[in-house]
């Protein structure tokens, strides 16, 4: 198993989590618990294996992905009903953020690998971040987090993107270009939302 | 034509008229009827094909798929025009379980063709037979029926599949497992409408 | 560079140009704008490529057209943002039917040339056409106006794509079959506003 297999399972992990509170929030069932966390987890990186051309896509060799997601997302729904965890709109900030800085190294370092152009693979990292996402957004049928005003979202995944792209260009080390990617979404989506920091234009 | 072709056919029918009924009881008008059948009966098996990069895609080779869904698109407009007939929400609730049963055979069935894990052939019947549909409710603005709590849906193309899957395993043939499958999705439907049957969790 | 790539630069900045407007008269800020700019303009293009398995998709070798829809994007906002332009719903129909002709004129070129049959090739002239702005519409949480009932639009991109068709294997010739391919999806759609021209069915 690789390195990059390794940072993938983590921002899997954390947007499965992530979308099946949000889907138990809505007061899905267990199938729609999954399929939510699913497509949060996945949907990213799906459209990016599509638009790259990338088969098999990198959950279709891979069945304990699938069956992770599974558990954590049984796991997720039995914790959520037994302990009657009442999570504010704020409580899933920080694991998004997270998941955010690793999916978009994960997009950005696979896109490096197929030789394409820098806004491309920039592109590929905030698709990889943040589609997954817009597509759980979608299917509840709400204005996506990424497009409402006063907020970074999009925005973060971008910065990261870059980061980690410079970063990795600058040292050639996928570790520390990670970690930069990671503290660059986290740190920025914090402090948008602690301090109402929204772009000039 | 392989028996495949046959049932994929008829499950083709069968959402083509829910999709297009959806549409008309929306007051739009022929294209749209046109496209919303369209997405309701092709849009499951499109997402199927590309994510298993099957191609050409299972109708791009057919266009009698197509122009048999404008003629039954046609057709639907009309009835529904000149019958006055009022449909209720409950209307289309068996043929779009029998497509939903039918769906799940052929996703499974052309999966396994692939040759990839089980749970990957499970999931695949359930995104043939439900993804149509989510799409058509995410065009038309709405939270799709799948994931609305209270009524089993997904769990019955996840039921099927299952169902397909085992007896296709165990006896072998194509007939008797799409049968098992149709089944299992219309009985469980019905029986989770009727009595309003919803997951423990 | 082909013509074909000359009319498709066209409809690319026809359609950034009214995604753009869409997005920021929804007061999204920058990567919102761009976002949803994008989307509108390579959302069409971009399914019509996976489902003829048609890679590399059109804007991934050419780095040039995303930067190219960053630029329109900022133009965009700052001419919005310091004009104080109000834009009525009115103000984008002619230049999204100018779009919606040369979009339908190269989906059914790129079509032809995969050699598939007629339905499909007019069809693939519709997606191309109309489905950025069904995922523009679909993002922000709005019934697409192709499924408003009132107004001709996807009837518009149907149209303009049998003319093109036709022209073009009448006349062998690109540029005449592209300005009655423009001409007819613009005089149908400003026809169907000005008068509520509805189709019977």
């Given at each position: ?67 992770g997601t599974l558990i954590l997302s ?128």
């Amino acid at each position: 198993m690789s390195l990059l297999n390794i940072i993938e399972i983590f921002g899997i992990a954390f947007f499965t989590v992530t979308g099946a509170i949000e889907a138990k929030r809505r007061g899905m069932d267990l199938v729609g618990v999954f399929v939510i966390a699913f497509i949060t987890a996945f949907g990213g990186g799906t459209l990016r294996d599509v638009i790259l051309n990338r088969y098999p896509l990198f959950w279709i060799a891979k069945p304990e992905y699938i069956v992770g997601t599974l558990i954590l997302s049984i796991a997720t729904s039995l914790v959520m009903k037994f302990r009657h965890i009442k999570l504010s709109d704020r409580a899933i900030i920080v694991p998004d953020a997270v998941g955010l800085g690793l999916y978009s190294a994960v997009g950005v370092a696979y896109t490096i690998q197929t030789g394409v152009s820098f806004p491309v693979a920039i592109l590929m990292g905030v698709i990889t971040a943040t589609f997954g996402g817009v597509l759980r957004d979608i299917v509840c049928n709400e204005v996506p987090v990424i497009f409402k005003r006063g907020q970074l979202y999009a925005t973060c995944a971008f910065a990261s993107s870059i980061v980690y792209f410079l970063v990795r260009t600058a040292t050639g080390d996928h570790i520390s270009a990670t970690a930069a990617s990671v503290m660059t979404a986290t740190i920025l989506r914090i402090f948008s939302v602690k301090y109402d920091i929204t772009l000039p234009l």
